[in-house]
């Protein structure tokens, strides 16, 4: 079982930065893929980008790549998004997942049906 938190969110201008963690509890967190997602209002929730356990592997939305990038500390048991450049379009409900890593697949979980734990989420909101 683990338990997810996201954090970091917040107000900024177009252009700026934010830095969301995802913060596990619960045990083993380091042999867990990890994926970022977000829904903007009215919108389906869409994927942002994927890290795999050992943060060897990861993959990104064409919408936010050479933006975004993801990493993990998994001696903290933190996953980070660090968002740069960031747009009004950005702007949505950020939210973290993660799976147990397959033992047959060392790569990343780009799909929402994929993940069995989800957070809560963290708002971004990017002002023009």
């Known amino acids: 079982q683990v338990q997810l938190v996201e954090s970091g969110g917040g107000l900024v201008q177009a252009g700026g930065s934010l830095r969301l963690s995802c913060a596990a509890s619960g045990s083993y967190f380091s042999s867990y893929a990890v994926g970022w997602f977000r829904q903007a209002p009215g919108k389906e929730r869409e994927f942002v980008a994927a890290?795999?356990?050992?943060?060897?592997?990861?993959y990104y939305a064409d919408s936010v790549k050479g933006r975004f990038t993801i990493s993990r500390d998994n001696a903290k048991n933190t996953v980070y998004l660090q968002m740069n450049s960031l747009k009004p379009e950005d702007t949505a409900v950020y939210y973290c997942?993660?799976?147990?890593?397959?033992?047959?697949?060392?790569?990343?979980?780009?799909?929402?049906?994929?993940?069995?734990?989800w957070g809560q989420g963290t708002q971004v909101t990017v002002s023009s």
């Open positions: 890290i795999s356990y050992s943060g060897g592997a990861t």
């Open positions: 997942a993660a799976v147990p890593q397959g033992a047959s697949w060392s790569g990343v979980y780009p799909h929402e049906y994929e993940y069995d734990y």
